[in-house]
């Protein structure tokens, strides 16, 4: 996975994070030092976390710059909120996009979705592109078990740089939704979140429930979309999570269980494998009761299959290394 480095020798350290105690040495186990990625991480959880991981990462965001959110269905309340994100957008200059749902809702037209960000509090604070507003066009992928390409909105390849921004929690199908998930159903056409869904079966969002594959070929296929926007990227991605408000339903939900367990904080790696592997073990290390539900989630639904399928088609590693900013 291009973007991966390393740093000298970095101390993994115990810390406790809203409220809970979580020992970093016994979350990542690297067995291959040369292939360990960095996840950078704050327990504080706030505008200038967010800018102090940024520059950290020390990848700059220039040109034209997409940052890739979940503006939140309406009736939802888990979204990232604008005034957390708000400076870091501005830092970068960025676009807030998106792509249209593939179910009906109030985000499935271009309309209704620029409402929805609006009403969000979105476009307050930076431009918002629905990028499948006029249409899509397909990202190649090389050796797609499942997809042949990635279908993403027409608008997406005018970027010059990406910072998938995403709010990690649960999700009803992929049982969890972090880095993977946001760049490749979040950066999909409508019809490409059908694509992906399907395993390739389908090329648009018509008829999608009644295309649904074998759950494992879904969480491979949004892999293999992630890696085809990776790899369309090179280094000019960055990727940052925010571990707050842990429900086990996703932004897409209109009306999401509420958080059983405390907040985290916030991650950012080079490495969307990495990061989203230290998201789920920082849930599972966690000593806050209310986790299980969250696990419950994700492993129902086989959700880390996605990374380690991930990981076998070079997305990113596993094997990481948490650097404590706090």
Known sequence: MKGIFSMGVLALTSFVACGQNVNTADIAKPENPADTAVVYMTKEISPEAILKLYKALGREATGKVAVKISTGEPGGHNYLQPSLIADFVKRTNGT????????????????????????HGFTAIAPV?????????????????????????????????????????????????????????????????????????????????????????????MAEAAKSVADHCGDNIIYISVANNLSVDCDCSSHPEDPQMHDIGVLASL??????????????????????????????????????????????????KIVNLD
């Open 271 to 320: 490495d969307p494998i990495a990061l989203d592997k230290a998201c789920t073990d920082l849930v599972r290390n966690s000593d806050d009761h209310g986790k299980v539900h969250l696990i419950e989630r994700i492993d129902s639904r086989h959700g880390m299959h996605t990374l380690d399928y991930g990981e076998q088609i070079g997305l990113g590693t596993q094997n990481y």
């Open 96 to 119: 807030i996009v998106e792509c249209n749902t593939a179910y009906a809702g109030k985000r499935f037209s271009t309309e209704d979705h620029l409402k929805a960000a609006e009403e």
């Open 129 to 221: 592109d629905i990028m499948d507003a006029e249409g899509e066009v397909k990202l190649p992928l090389k050796d797609g078990k499942h997809l042949k390409y990635d279908i993403v909105g027409s608008h997406y390849p005018d970027y010059d740089f990406t910072v998938i921004l995403s709010h990690f929690k649960g999700h009803a199908m992929g049982g969890f939704g972090g880095a993977v998930k946001n760049m490749s159903i979040g950066i999909a056409s409508s019809n490409g979140k059908g694509y992906i869904h399907s395993a390739g079966k389908i090329e648009t969002a018509d008829n999608l429930w009644n295309n649904i594959p074998e759950q494992d070929l879904f969480l491979e296929s």
